[in-house]
């Protein structure tokens, strides 16, 4: 193995054009922690927010990059045999310590989930964020399979939106999406959603009320800070509004619960750090296995090298994606 590997830095806050491909030494592996050949990592919104400067606890240069997929090449755990398939989600990846933006990324130990699959790395990259969050986030809003009701899903044609409309049209779950965008309707027609709502100049409680005048049962907010208290006059009375995006930001100014949440109605949130490490592993394999079964399809946006990660980022700052962005570390330039 070379004693050195290539990265994307983040050199400093700003644009794209701050992520700087360079060559590093290949950490060493040390007590607690694993090295891991990162062979496909997921592009996630917060990285981008990060990338801004809009993560305060962030210390620069920094590898970005809160997941990836890849094999063992060194570790210090027995139960993570070298050449063991693994993927981590979350855990301050990319944040307080270097991320999947890296041909190699030193990881805790407890935040490697050994997996068995055999979907190519750009599948399997496409996954673990985007998956855990969304089924997590269903759990949590209390949707099981035929247990029937209506669903909002606000911020669809992100990543995380397609695989819950996915899921939820998979358990029975009659589901309403919104996008923007008209160009992104039929993405989520295809992943099973009932109903597309365009959620643009017209006020979308107009358009929700026109289709279920009670309200839906269930909101599932991607969008985040910026939605989060409309989607609270959205939801039937007694519903559950479930905050797990932050598409948006992450801070709602001026919130006072008791003002704004309605009586009898329910606020919840998901964050997908509950779902690192051993805590989500069974969970992700049950995933692997159905879209290995052809269950679940993974939507897959657009897949980059890791020369192209500033190309990925401004296309991810333009919302131009409709899925997942992957990024391949050992990949040559798609320019």
């Given at each position: 193995?070379?004693?050195?590997?290539?990265?994307?830095?983040?050199?400093?806050?700003?644009?794209?054009?701050?992520?700087?491909?360079?060559?590093?030494?290949?950490?060493?592996?040390?007590?607690?922690?694993?090295?891991?050949?990162?062979?496909?990592?997921?592009?996630?919104?917060?990285?981008?927010?990060?990338?801004?400067?809009?993560?305060?606890?962030?210390?620069?240069?920094?590898?970005?990059?809160?997941?990836?997929?890849?094999?063992?090449?060194d570790?210090?755990d027995?139960?993570?045999?070298a050449?063991?398939?693994?993927?981590?989600?979350?855990?301050?990846?990319?944040?307080?310590?270097?991320?999947?933006?890296?041909?190699?990324?030193?990881?805790?130990?407890?935040?490697?989930?050994?997996?068995?699959?055999?979907?190519?790395?750009?599948?399997?990259?496409?996954?673990?964020?985007?998956?855990l969050?969304?089924?997590?986030?269903?759990?949590?809003?209390?949707?099981?399979?035929?247990?029937?009701?209506?669903?909002?899903?606000?911020?669809?044609?992100?990543?995380?939106?397609?695989?819950?409309?996915?899921?939820?049209?998979?358990?029975?779950?009659?589901?309403?999406?919104t996008?923007?965008?008209?160009?992104?309707?039929?993405?989520?027609?295809?992943?099973?959603?009932?109903?597309?709502?365009?959620?643009?100049?017209?006020?979308l409680?107009?358009?929700?009320?026109?289709?279920?005048?009670?309200?839906?049962?269930?909101?599932?907010?991607?969008?985040?800070?910026?939605?989060?208290?409309?989607?609270?006059?959205?939801?039937?009375?007694?519903?559950?509004?479930?905050?797990?995006?932050?598409?948006?930001?992450?801070?709602?100014?001026?919130?006072?619960?008791?003002?704004m949440?309605?009586?009898?109605?329910?606020?919840?949130?998901?964050?997908?750090?509950?779902?690192?490490?051993?805590?989500?592993r069974?969970?992700?394999?049950?995933?692997?296995?159905?879209?290995?079964?052809?269950?679940?399809?993974?939507?897959?946006?657009?897949?980059?090298?890791?020369?192209?990660?500033?190309?990925?980022?401004?296309?991810?700052?333009?919302?131009?994606?409709?899925?997942k962005t992957?990024?391949?570390?050992?990949?040559?330039?798609?320019?």
């Amino acid at each position: 193995m070379s004693t050195t590997m290539r990265a994307a830095v983040c050199a400093a806050p700003g644009g794209p054009e701050v992520l700087q491909i360079r060559e590093l030494p290949v950490p060493e592996v040390r007590d607690g922690w694993s090295l891991v050949r990162v062979e496909g990592a997921g592009l996630n919104r917060s990285e981008l927010r990060t990338r801004q400067g809009h993560s305060p606890s962030v210390t620069f240069p920094r590898v970005l990059g809160i997941e990836c997929v890849g094999t063992v090449a060194d570790s210090t755990d027995p139960r993570l045999p070298a050449g063991s398939t693994v993927a981590a989600v979350m855990g301050e990846m990319g944040r307080a310590f270097d991320g999947g933006y890296a041909q190699y990324a030193l990881l805790p130990n407890d935040l490697l989930m050994p997996v068995t699959t055999t979907l190519p790395w750009d599948v399997l990259a496409a996954l673990p964020e985007t998956c855990l969050t969304a089924r997590g986030a269903l759990d949590t809003l209390g949707i099981a399979p035929a247990g029937g009701g209506r669903l909002l899903i606000r911020g669809a044609t992100s990543s995380v939106g397609l695989a819950a409309t996915q899921i939820a049209a998979a358990h029975g779950i009659e589901t309403a999406a919104t996008t923007r965008s008209k160009d992104k309707a039929q993405a989520l027609k295809a992943a099973g959603a009932d109903h597309v709502l365009l959620d643009d100049a017209a006020p979308l409680l107009d358009t929700v009320r026109a289709l279920w005048p009670e309200g839906p049962d269930y909101v599932l907010d991607l969008v985040g800070a910026a939605t989060a208290l409309d989607s609270l006059r959205l939801v039937r009375p007694g519903g559950t509004v479930c905050v797990a995006g932050s598409l948006s930001g992450w801070l709602i100014h001026d919130f006072e619960p008791i003002a704004m949440i309605p009586t009898g109605t329910r606020l919840t949130a998901f964050h997908s750090d509950t779902l690192k490490g051993a805590g989500g592993r069974d969970t992700l394999q049950r995933i692997i296995d159905d879209v290995e079964a052809g269950i679940h399809h993974p939507h897959i946006d657009r897949v980059f090298a890791l020369d192209d990660i500033a190309a990925a980022h401004r296309r991810m700052e333009a919302d131009l994606a409709t899925g997942k962005t992957v990024v391949l570390p050992w990949a040559r330039t798609t320019a």
